[in-house]
């Protein structure tokens, strides 16, 4: 237990703060509204325990979680991990992928719970704050908004059917897999050039992308689907765990401003929003609802 | 997933917040520092799934979280709940536990997460805050202090073992395993009355007292363990899961005012701390650690 708390503790705690190791933790204050998600990842479902390590399973846990605060366009203020495993489990393993997202996000894991059962699950929350103004919803899409992404699509899926096929663990697609970058950056400079409505793209465009019309009361024309080199479109489509964000602007120039001020990679124009709810085109033919199923 | 909503959202959602149906949820901004606690509850390894419902399993997993807060002194502001579980399972029961047990102890559910899984388990994370203080620690017990408990224990392994042996589910002691309590209001009141340190009693006196001393740096004379009418000393030594509160304080006196200013039971003078950290003496005997280990 200690080991574990060894692994997962690599920066100093601030003055004030509890992490592990009391019943519960303490943080330093939030600044305004409270942003807080949970995410569940079990072994042999969220990912293939046959293809991918244990490590793996951790960082992809924080890691789904954590994009979630950035489709807030939030800042990460911590994570707490719960952790059932069946006796025999590398949990140091498992500790150090949990270890290295917290790392890779500038979250720190201040808390954590360790119990017996028969699947390997990581269950992940993590809290963030809104400094400046408020979270980005999904509901806030408009007429005449303009629909970006943040990167170019598939290369999750790409990388899954790559090691299926023998590629090595450290293939470009197989990390992007593996080990998937939220984009808290690309959030935060969302928020604050006042965008109308954002998500993260876990389980692919086809369906997240009518998640967002439906939340904002609202249809679509999708032009383009930028398909990331190595995949194909359907993957880009369907294939979900990107965490690219999807986001609904009315303000494009100042968008493409303040990714581009940050050193932020363009944002990708895909389409528009339409007032039509029943509305929901690509190329001019209806966008079919599909996409990530858990299964293996 | 809409009908899952629908049970655990039974309170109307303050303006500004966002409970389920987004990246993630949205509360009101807390007030001074942030506590945060996660656990996981598994059905058979935390509640035997012969002898209890599976409503049960909610009701116990958020309860457990919420004990946490309570043994900060803190308020409970909100709940997130991650649930793995196979085909077939009653989620609407499930929920129906994790919902009432979120009532009784006026915490709302503001997010969730499902998927599959061979296990059902139940990832419960808390978040609140401790407006006008500082949380209460288990690392600041003294020479010197009074130990109190807040109630007799025991009874949650009692209730394990008289419905083991047949007691119907709605016998008092079979309750309080079923139903545990959290010290909500006892461990504010400990608080606002300036005690040294306080934990809940998850796992048990004979186990728990060892690390309230081990943190605090600290041994103990135990004079007494107030054993639960039906329930053995050994239950109430190590039975665990009575969720009372253990508390180390300077100032008895203004412990028991502020308790029974708010009509809260009298705490229960059990020993006194002593500065000899290897010194961990029940009635003039080594009290040897046992406790609550998670087995059927």
Chains 1, 2 share one sequence.
């Not at 705690?13 to 519960?24: L, N, Q, R, S, T």
């Not at 493409?256 to 085109?281: E, T």
Request: glycine letters at 12%; one cysteine or more.
């Amino acid at each position: 237990m200690e080991r574990i708390a060894r692994i997962v503790t690599r920066r100093a705690i601030p003055p004030g703060e509890v992490h592990v190791g009391d019943d519960a933790a303490v943080l330093s204050p939030l600044v305004g509204r409270t942003i807080i998600s949970t995410d569940a990842a079990v072994w042999g479902v969220h990912l293939d325990a046959h293809l991918f390590p244990l490590e793996d399973l951790g960082f992809k846990a924080v890691a789904a979680a954590v994009s979630d605060l950035a489709a807030m366009g939030a800042y990460a203020r911590g994570v707490v991990v719960a952790v059932g495993s069946p006796p025999g489990t590398d949990l140091e393993e498992l500790h150090r992928g949990i270890a290295d997202a917290a790392a890779a996000t500038g979250c720190p894991v201040v808390g954590g719970d360790l119990t017996r059962s028969r699947d390997v699950f990581v269950a992940v929350t993590v809290i963030g704050d809104c400094p400046g103004g408020n979270p980005v919803l999904r509901r806030g899409a408009r007429e005449g908004d303009v629909l970006v992404v943040t990167g170019a699509l598939g290369r999750a899926a790409a990388g899954l059917r790559r090691r299926r096929e023998g590629a090595p663990l450290a293939d470009e697609l197989v990390v992007a897999h593996r080990r998937p970058w939220p984009r808290l950056r690309e959030g935060r400079a969302a928020r604050d050039a006042g965008v109308h409505a954002m998500m993260d793209l876990s389980d692919g465009l086809g369906l997240d992308l009518h998640r967002l019309a439906d939340a904002s009361g609202v249809g679509f024309e999708l032009d383009d689907v930028p398909v990331a080199r190595g995949a194909t479109p359907d993957e880009a489509i369907a294939g979900g765990e990107d965490y690219e964000l999807l986001i609904a602007t009315g303000d494009l120039a100042r968008l493409q401003m303040i990714f581009d001020d940050r050193g932020l990679a363009a944002p990708i124009v895909i389409g528009r929003v339409v007032a039509d709810h029943d509305r929901r085109r690509w190329r001019g033919r209806e966008f079919v609802r599909r996409g990530y199923q858990h299964q293996l």
